[in-house]
């Protein structure tokens, strides 16, 4: 369907379909050991996990394409579930999809509109008490639901793969920081900046960095990246 996710049709005439749940399950079962198999490329041992969503046809489903949907709401639920699960949709799922699909919508308004700040957490060395460096922290100044933590929409930003351009931006604001604060006599060593898994695997990531550093004017030295657990 598009990026790392893949759509799987089960023919109804291929069974009774008072049995579809089970049939349905069985094959997500089978397509979940399937995938967890090991494999070895150039020899060395790799492991897939998947997350798997199921939806039935025709029930409460009004136009085909909603096929989709349902299957795609189940599978994000099976994903916040901790991964490598099957989840069945349900009604229920429905309303927490709209919420995140509306957020999504807003996170993207967000970025155009400035909306994100950092707030940087100082390291402080106790025998001179001077602030050594900082880590900066991303949060998000909603005009109407106020400040929105980054548990509730980092997760989202990963999945949707905004979180892209949301780094290249912290990046380029922390840079400018270090500089802003070099300019009013409050010069530090160093700021820390969280990377995520898919900013750090794209390949313009190194030019990003050094975009970053060049726009300011700071050394690299400045600048510390770290992954997060997640990401390891």
């Known amino acids: 369907l598009g990026g790392d996710g893949f759509i799987v049709l089960m023919p109804g005439r ?14 997500a079962e089978k397509l979940l050991l399937a995938i967890n198999q090991p494999f070895v490329v150039q020899g060395s041992e790799h492991h897939f996990s998947t997350s798997i969503g199921v939806t039935l046809y025709p029930e409460t489903i009004e136009h085909p394409e909603d096929v989709i949907q349902q299957a795609d709401t189940a599978m994000y639920r099976a994903k916040e579930g901790g991964r490598n699960g099957i989840s069945f949709y349900r009604s229920s799922m429905q309303e927490a999809a709209d919420r995140r699909l509306t957020l999504e919508k807003e996170m993207r308004t967000a970025l155009q509109e400035n909306q994100f700040v950092l707030y940087y957490q100082p390291q402080v060395d106790m025998q001179n008490k001077r602030v050594v460096s900082a880590e900066a922290l991303i949060r998000w100044l909603h005009p109407e639901k106020g400040m929105i933590s980054p548990l509730d929409f980092i997760p989202l930003a990963e999945d949707t793969q905004l979180i892209q351009p949301i780094g290249a931006w912290v990046l380029r604001e922390a840079c400018r920081q270090i500089k802003a604060w ?13 990377v995520s898994s898919r900013q750090f695997r794209q390949s ?3 030019q990003q960095v050094r975009q970053a550093l060049l726009d300011a004017g700071i050394g690299a030295e400045r600048l510390i990246i770290e992954l997060t657990e997640g990401c390891v």
């Open 14 to 27: 291929l069974f009774d379909l008072h049995q579809a749940p089970n049939h349905a399950a069985m094959l």
């Open 182 to 194: 070099d300019r009013q006599g409050h010069a530090i060593d160093h700021v820390a900046v969280n």
């Open 204 to 206: 313009s990531f190194v």
